[in-house]
């Protein structure tokens, strides 16, 4: 209210006009009644001229500050985001992480039933249908794989779904007597263990790197001890991963992926890395 009422002030869109005119008409006296009327326009326009540029001034601005921002949001994930609505990348809220050591959760171990529930419920076994539409704005291989129907569109999955998935993975060779017929596959496949898990770290890598998450963990004084101790319980800015879930059944794609018996497909050797390249 303060504020409104400061810029009206400093306005003074009346004082100014009649200052400008009473100018004028003591010149008046000497001058013709165009001179006069040319004054006026004049003292009009320097009232004017410098809302004029302060209006140009502050769209200027408003674009550039949207426009950074937005740059900003967009990074590493502007391609898959776009899809959830327009205000995903703003729909974000703060959350305290339980970080305390010994704080039981449904994602920690012991292992069991329960456990491997929670993490199933997290990511969804089955694949998308992305628009055509949708598919053009995430700079994806363009010979992605189409889908064989009257609806068309392109096969997905959320990167998360995969990232968790991953996660669980590691998080399972860890407790090797409950997952005791993945261990035995791990210990028969070396080669391809190694492989799995390598990329998948790698993945995860390159994930938290691009989202260079930072929150600040600070740290607290502990009874008995000399050092100060990290504390976990970090307040971190999070997205809704509920959408992803949501998302994910509203675009359900059912039923085989098979390869179109009709239609000739790009096969690729190794999955592109270009989003142009044809083999
Ligand atoms: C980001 O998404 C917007 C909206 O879908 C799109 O117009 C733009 O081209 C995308 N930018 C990049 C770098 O993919
Ligand atoms: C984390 O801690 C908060 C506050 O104590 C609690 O409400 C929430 O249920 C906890 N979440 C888990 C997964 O333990
Ligand atoms: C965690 O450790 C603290 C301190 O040793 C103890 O007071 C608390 O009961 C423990 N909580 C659980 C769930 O084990
Ligand atoms: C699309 O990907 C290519 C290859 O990584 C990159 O050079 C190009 O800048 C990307 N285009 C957009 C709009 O992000």
Redesign the pocket.
């Known amino acids: 209210m303060l504020g409104k009422y400061q810029l009206l002030d400093g306005r003074k869109p009346s004082s100014d006009i009649e200052s400008s005119s009473s100018q004028g008409l003591l010149e008046a006296e000497s001058a013709s009644i165009h001179h006069r009327a040319q004054n006026r326009v004049t003292a009009k326009v320097k009232t004017i001229l410098p809302w004029v540029v302060h209006a140009i001034l502050i769209v200027i601005s408003t674009t550039l500050f949207v426009l950074s921002t937005r740059n900003k949001q967009c990074l590493c994930e502007n391609a898959s985001t776009s899809i959830l609505g327009k205000d995903w990348s703003t729909r974000i809220s703060p959350r305290r992480f339980n970080g305390?050591?010994?704080?039981?959760s449904t994602f920690k171990g012991p292992p069991s039933q329960a456990v491997d529930e929670a993490w199933d419920s997290l990511m969804p076994q089955y694949l998308i249908r992305i628009k055509e539409s949708e598919f053009r704005n995430l700079n994806a291989s363009k010979y992605t794989a189409e889908i064989d129907d009257a609806e068309g569109g392109r096969i997905a999955i959320f990167e998360s779904f995969h990232m968790i998935h991953c996660l669980n993975g590691l998080w399972q060779t860890t407790y090797p007597e409950y997952y005791s017929s993945l261990h035995a596959y791990n210990q028969e496949h070396p080669d391809e263990f190694h492989e799995h898990t390598d990329h998948c770290v790698d993945m995860l890598r390159q994930k938290l790197m691009c989202d260079a998450d930072g929150a600040l963990i600070t740290y607290n004084w502990q009874k008995n001890h000399y050092y100060p101790h990290p504390n976990f319980n970090v307040q971190h800015r999070c997205r809704d991963y509920s959408r992803l879930l949501e998302f994910s059944e509203e675009r359900r794609l059912d039923g085989a992926l098979l390869r179109p018996e009709e239609k000739a497909v790009v096969e690729f050797e190794e999955m592109p890395f270009d989003p142009d390249a044809a083999s």
């Open positions: 305390t050591f010994n704080l039981s």
